[in-house]
């Protein structure tokens, strides 16, 4: 008898380590637009699902190229997170091609973390992409500000809850670790910025709105002309004396812009030109959420001087 019970115990000893690597390989699989959408999903899922973003962080997700690799990426994903409001349209596209009914449009593992947001900069009159403008919907940067993590993670986990139910007290666990980490550094970046407060800034690309009005920036013009679009000559003069007129201290440019431009621009106007991280990683020491936010805070607060 004694032995029998042995060998029932140690059954179930091998039965728990056998379970070990089929638990591992039955995690969640989740794709996302954005590297800043990766960071903010992986804080909600913890080690429960393997995260994967589409976009590089070394590119702007406006103009990511649909390639055949990422169909495949996307073809067993159970969940897809994307930005919403026009940045990421081309997620339909993979979706549609990687045959997917998880996360196409309408599927519950298809996430919109944009939900309930107040989106700043909605054109005031009718912009469509013939005109070449590049936010339609309004301005749809709205990850860069650590201020949106509370409602970003919250439609994050909503939605992989309707995918993993079983998930999401660990879920709001980690969401609620990640929210009190940012809270934290939240009164260390708005110390930083105190001294600013009210500061004027020319942005290259309309990135920073988001952002810049969470710590009492005042974004005065852009480098474009309108999102997406080029400066002209005309639009340059016009910006360098609105520059000097109202003393801008700083012009701040996301890593795949023009930068040679962008400080010909700021050196005209006697203001200092500075790169932000405009997606989680697009900047060496960016490679998290925190590591971003801290960086672009930190680099705000020396132009600003
Ligand atoms: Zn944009």
Request: aromatic share 4%; charged share 20%; glycine share 6%.
């Amino acid at each position: 008898m004694r032995q029998l019970l042995t060998l029932a115990l140690s059954l179930a000893a091998v039965w728990a380590v056998l379970g070990a690597p089929a638990a591992s390989a039955q995690k969640l699989r989740v794709v996302t637009s954005t590297t800043d959408l990766k960071a903010l999903t992986d804080a909600v899922t913890g080690d429960l699902a393997e995260v994967d973003a589409m976009a590089r962080p070394n590119q702007s997700p406006h103009d990511l190229e649909v390639r055949p690799s990422l169909m495949v990426k996307v073809r067993r994903a159970d969940a897809m997170i994307v930005n919403g409001l026009g940045l990421d349209d081309w997620a339909d596209v993979v979706a549609q091609g990687a045959n997917n009914a998880n996360v196409i449009p309408g599927a519950p593992g298809r996430i919109d973390a944009s939900r309930g947001i107040l989106v700043l900069e909605v054109p005031k009159t009718r912009v469509d992409r013939s005109m070449g403008d590049v936010h339609p919907s309004g301005n749809p940067h709205y990850t860069l500000d650590p201020g949106m993590a509370p409602a970003v993670t919250q439609n994050i986990l909503d939605g992989l809850a309707r995918v993993a139910p079983q998930h999401r007290t660990a879920f709001e666990r980690n969401r609620q670790q990640f929210l009190a980490r940012v809270n934290e550094a939240m009164g260390r970046w708005n110390k930083m910025l105190a001294p600013h407060k009210g500061s004027l800034v020319v942005v290259n690309h309309a990135l920073w709105i988001y952002l810049l009005t969470r710590f009492g920036l005042v974004q005065v013009g852009t480098v474009e002309e309108r999102p997406g679009i080029p400066a002209t000559a005309n639009h340059i003069v016009k910006l360098v004396n609105l520059m000097r007129e109202d003393h801008v201290k700083a012009i701040i440019a996301e890593p795949w812009s023009d930068f040679k431009l962008v400080q010909r621009i700021a050196q005209e106007a006697g203001a200092q030109a500075a790169i932000l991280s405009a997606t989680v990683g697009s900047v060496k020491g960016t490679d998290t959420f925190l590591g971003a936010v801290e960086f672009n805070v930190k680099t705000l607060a020396q132009v600003l001087k």
